[in-house]
């Protein structure tokens, strides 16, 4: 048998915490460079590859991932919403224009970046050899500690687009704090 809920109950604002994390997640397809693939850039890092993502912007996808794990903290609309593909201002925009107007918004509040982990998954170039690069890049470009930044890199061991190369693929969570 249900019972009711019980009522009385209040939103707390004195008590709240001062953390909220985001989870944010990007997709896009590659194409050969030589037919409208892009350079590929993780992070602000142009990476040596035959094949690119196919974007409006520069089409940095773990860029984008942050830029929406940011956002998704702050609970503000999507990067798709602020920054969109049918607006000319963007097209082959620098990724990093996004991430820094998320975190103006966030630093506008009170909120500063406590960590962030990511996980790129590719499965060509593979992401080792760059990881450090990639990770000082980003701890640039969010103006943080490179401590505070982790970046991982997997693949999809030869499953669906992402595996067969057709695709790269970004999760990104950030967490934030304020306080």
Not at 112 to 137: F, Q
Request: no cysteine; aromatic share 4%.
């Amino acid at each position: 048998m249900f019972q009711s809920r019980p009522t009385g109950f209040a939103i707390m604002t004195d008590h709240t915490p001062n953390l909220r994390i985001g989870h944010g997640h990007d997709l896009h397809r590659l194409a050969p460079t030589s037919a409208g693939g892009q350079p590929l850039i993780l992070g602000g890092v142009i990476l040596d590859s035959p094949i690119g993502p196919v974007a409006h912007s520069d089409g940095d996808a773990l860029l984008h991932a942050i830029t929406d794990a940011v956002l998704g903290a702050l609970g503000l609309p999507d990067i798709g919403q602020l920054f969109p593909d049918s607006d000319p201002t963007w097209k082959g925009a620098a990724s990093d224009r996004f991430v820094e107007e998320a975190l103006r918004r966030a630093r506008a509040d009170g909120w500063w970046v406590a960590n962030l982990d990511a996980t790129v998954i590719l499965e060509r170039p593979r992401i080792g050899p760059h990881k450090d690069e990639i990770r000082r890049s980003v701890a640039r470009i969010m103006g943080v500690d490179e401590s505070r930044v982790n970046v991982k890199g997997k693949t999809h061991e030869g499953v669906d687009a992402v595996g067969e190369g057709r695709a790269i693929e970004v999760h990104a969570v950030v967490l934030l704090a304020r306080g």
